[in-house]
């Protein structure tokens, strides 16, 4: 059969995610399988079993990432690389993330069982920590793989109970011995929900992203004085829970201020001690900015920074600052990008050219390969949410696409 012909197995797709979203199952639909739990554990136990059946050259590295190589005819090119991330938000979605890896194992299932030989090495790969949720912040594994972290620095993040990530790391045994360090690649395919409205609302099957938005982290720790609520008068409070409620009002005017393409957003908070009848003294909350272009986000964070140091100063609630994490946009080999397009039309998938608001390791990969990726739809818009949805002929169609952008690329000479 001609490889412009080969489709994946819609069927054996849906299989495997169906297996995977049972691990870390939540009662509202969604999964929690938190970077480094138990549950991630169990669902990299179960990718590494399949990998395996495909007799892949199997390697972890130092940072947990896992890899599944496909020999090519010329070992001694660099591969095509594709891959996205198990672990999932604390309440998120079946889809997020493990579609970027089930996707490319079906490819891989695909070629296996049709013993196509591909020119170049095929590399899938499941990246630790995408989503900096339990340990801040996201995309902290393939960071370190394309060098712009470093992994003492990420060694020694923790999460809300004080775990160290290297500890856990350890602990569900996936800190194996090859250094995390990235090697030469042809190209990256990324494949993933859009997690946003837009190709619902056009009326598209396959998004193909120009590019991701840059990402920008910060961490606010304020200091106030704990009191009886009753007998303090209002006059002369520091109340850093009411310091904070004022700086996150002034981040969620930010866009409307700074104009552009910008999100901004306070997600988590802490407050303690967070009695109803004590004045809280401790709250740390963060911040994420998001823009195409990486000068306004910066531009935004001075501007609101300075408010925040008068907010403080007025409210007599000291102010510790992290700029924790800063990704830059990342304008993806428009080459490749076309490479989506065309691909989706000669598959009969009306297709769109966009722009992705959400982080992904492509982020990364594209500081050192060609990248690109392939989005498609989020019923409703949704993510990072239980109710996060893809149909299953989106999923497969896409995975389509994710075959022949592979195939095209790992026959390049
Ligand atoms: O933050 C993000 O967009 C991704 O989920 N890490
Ligand atoms: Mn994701
Ligand atoms: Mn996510």
Redesign the pocket.
């Known amino acids: 059969m001609e490889t412009k012909d080969l489709r994946i197995s819609g069927s054996r797709l849906r299989k495997s995610l169906e297996e995977m979203a049972a691990i870390g199952a939540t009662p509202g639909g969604g999964v929690q399988r938190l970077t480094l739990s138990d549950e991630d554990k169990v669902a990299r136990d179960l990718f590494v079993k399949w990998l395996r059946e495909l007799d892949l050259d199997v390697t972890i590295d130092d940072m947990g990432n896992i890899f599944g190589r496909r020999a090519g005819a010329d070992n001694r090119l660099a591969p095509v690389m594709s891959g996205s991330h198990i672990d999932s ?1 604390p309440k998120g979605g079946r889809f ?1 993330g493990i579609l970027g890896v089930m996707g490319p194992l079906e490819v891989l299932r695909t070629l296996h069982e049709n013993k196509v030989e591909t020119h170049r090495p095929i590399d899938i790969v499941d990246w630790t920590n ?3 949720s339990r340990f801040a912040p ?2 902290v594994a393939s960071g370190v793989w394309a060098g712009a972290l470093e992994k003492e620095w990420a060694y020694n993040r923790t999460d809300i109970n004080g775990k160290r990530f290297e500890d856990e790391l350890i602990r569900i045994g996936y800190k194996g011995e090859i250094p995390c360090r990235q090697h030469p690649l042809h190209a990256y395919f990324e494949y993933h929900i859009e ?1 946003g409205p837009i190709l619902e609302r056009k009326g598209k099957l396959i998004g193909a992203p120009k590019g991701i938005l840059c ?1 920008h982290w910060y961490d606010i720790y304020l200091e106030g004085t704990a009191n009886q609520v009753g007998p303090t008068p209002m006059k002369g409070r520091n109340d850093a829970l009411c310091a904070a409620a004022e700086m996150i009002l002034k981040v969620n005017q930010l866009p409307t201020k700074m104009g552009g393409d910008m999100v901004a957003t306070v997600g988590e908070i802490q407050n303690y001690p967070n009695s109803r009848n004590i004045i809280p003294d401790k709250v740390h909350f963060t911040v ?1 900015i998001r823009s195409w272009d990486d000068d306004l986000a910066i531009a935004a964070w001075e501007d609101v920074r300075k408010a925040f140091e008068e907010i403080a100063g007025q409210r007599g609630c000291p102010i510790r600052i992290e700029e924790t994490w800063r990704v830059a946009h990342s304008p993806f080999d428009e080459r490749l990008v076309q490479r989506v397009l065309q691909s989706a039309e000669n598959l009969g998938y009306p297709a769109l050219h966009m722009v992705s ?4 390791d492509a982020s990364y990969m594209n500081q050192i390969t060609s990248t690109a990726m392939i989005f498609v739809p989020s019923i409703g818009g949704r993510s ?1 949410v239980e109710v996060e949805n893809t149909t299953w002929e989106d999923c497969e169609a896409g995975a389509n696409v994710l075959l022949q952008c592979m195939l095209a690329s790992a026959n390049e000479k």
């Open positions: 938000q997020d995408e989503e900096g996201a995309m997690q990402l994420d608001g959400a982080g992904h990072h």
